[in-house]
């Protein structure tokens, strides 16, 4: 389904069906902004709270999680709404 990290592929390798007619863009981007932050957030505040660690370690903790979480994820967002775009039968309008 992806040809890159996030890039959609022009079709379906298994069964031809052409991804071009699906418009994903970035739609998922802003969900994923706050799904993502809410778990870091809670979690850095309960690490904070509990261990007391200094700055550095929240650094080293919290900025590979945010970076893994976001692109794992919106490679999952994506080929949802591919799938759901696909099921709905939507696309773009017509006059």
């Known amino acids: 389904m992806f040809v890159g990290l996030l890039k959609l592929a022009?079709?379906?390798?298994a069964c031809g069906l052409d991804y071009g007619r699906f418009n994903v863009g970035d739609g998922a981007a802003p969900f994923l902004i706050f799904i993502v932050?809410?778990?870091v957030i809670i979690a850095s505040q309960v690490t904070e709270a509990k261990l007391a660690p200094p700055w550095w370690v929240h650094v080293l903790l919290w900025v590979p999680l945010t970076i893994g979480l976001?692109?794992?994820l919106l490679r999952l967002?994506?080929?949802?709404l591919v799938a759901l775009e696909y099921r709905n039968d939507a696309g773009e309008g017509s006059t």
């Open 77 to 80: 967002a994506k080929g949802l």
């Open 37 to 39: 932050a809410t778990i």
């Open 70 to 72: 976001s692109l794992g």
């Open 10 to 13: 022009p079709r379906c390798s």
